[in-house]
């Protein structure tokens, strides 16, 4: 896909994040989706600086949401792609499958975690198969990282959990995601540590 209807950053920083909704009812009008809102509404309050945001709404089709995920990559040019809904053992659950087709890399790590956390409310986190990818061209590479449906849990897999306290007692995800976006070649992204603080070893810090 042609690089030509890429987004055009802001600023070098500037961030360009893709979300993207997997669901027949939801991409039916049969409701309203949640599963965005709630993604763009965690991220606003976490990120410092406001990002780009393109959207897709698709039914749970493998060949569809692969098609979504590449045209946000490699057409539009976004640093990050979060999904959610289609997770799970059900016959349509398909987001992994077409998730892992785009991918040039696999991120295990970011699946462990959040299981781990869900692990934390229900034992049926078990049944969850998010994975977490690269995908990359010659100049360009993303992140995709599929999420839960519910928004609940979306927060919690983003943000970890917390004690009474405040004190984090087992690191969301996104802890990691911008030092990832750096090491793939990505904006500088920073978080407001009072919803999550993004871990970078010192080398890696500004100022």
Request: hydrophobic share 40%; aromatic share 4%; with cysteine.
């Amino acid at each position: 896909m042609s690089s030509s209807n890429r987004l055009n950053r802001r600023h070098p920083d500037d961030l360009i994040v893709g979300l993207v909704s997997v669901s027949d009812r939801a991409s039916a009008g049969t409701y309203p989706d949640a599963g965005i809102p709630a993604l763009q509404t965690w991220l606003d309050r976490a990120l410092v600086q406001s990002p780009q945001y393109v959207t897709r709404l698709v039914p749970d089709e493998k060949a569809q949401v692969s098609a979504a995920l590449v045209e946000l990559v490699d057409g539009l040019g976004c640093d990050l792609v979060l999904t959610t809904g289609g997770t799970g053992p059900a016959r349509r659950d398909i987001t992994p499958e077409a998730t892992l087709a785009v991918a040039t890399r696999e991120m295990p790590g970011f699946g462990e975690q959040m299981r781990q956390i869900s692990l934390a409310f229900v034992p049926t986190a078990i049944l969850s198969r998010q994975v977490a990818v690269l995908r990359e061209t010659p100049d360009h590479a993303a992140l995709i990282i599929n999420l839960p449906g519910q928004p609940k849990a979306i927060q919690e897999t983003l943000e970890g959990l917390r004690g009474d306290d405040g004190a984090v007692l087992k690191p969301g995800i996104f802890a990691a995601v911008p030092y990832c976006i750096d090491l793939i070649g990505g904006p500088y992204v920073e978080t407001d540590p009072a919803v999550v603080a993004a871990f970078r070893p010192k080398s890696a810090r500004r100022g």
